[in-house]
């Protein structure tokens, strides 16, 4: 599976961007699929999980009520919008199918200016 992310910019601080993660190879509901963030100087961290059939959801607390993760099959892309960006938001953010030994994108950079 290869994995292209997308969507992500600089944005003021309040504003929202919807990242894509969007795939090629195989079918994505085949995995579950993750969106995980890194910023500067700092270790990679999950932010959100969504289920292969887009059921179960979870998130990080730190964007738990901002963020929303979805999936759209048929388009073979899951998505990730933000809202109320936070200068710590800031990260280049990634999407992983399949876990740790499964598939990651190329990352998506998301600058939130204070």
């Known amino acids: 599976v290869q994995l292209q992310a997308s969507g992500g910019g600089l944005v003021q601080a309040g504003g929202s961007l919807r990242l894509s993660c969007a795939a090629s190879?195989?079918?994505?509901?085949?995995?579950?699929v993750g969106w995980f963030r890194q910023a500067p100087g700092q270790e990679r961290e999950i932010v959100a999980t969504?289920?292969?059939?887009?059921?179960?959801?979870n998130y990080a607390d730190s964007v738990k009520g901002r963020f929303t993760i979805s999936r759209d099959n048929a388009k073979n892309t899951v998505y990730l919008q933000t809202n109320s960006l936070k200068p710590e938001d800031t990260a280049v953010y990634y999407c992983?199918?399949?876990?740790?030994?499964?598939?990651w994108g190329q990352g998506t950079l998301v600058t939130v200016s204070s």
């Open positions: 190879g195989r079918p994505l509901s085949a995995y579950a």
């Open positions: 992983n199918a399949g876990g740790s030994s499964g598939y």
């Open positions: 969504i289920s292969g059939s887009g059921v179960f959801t």
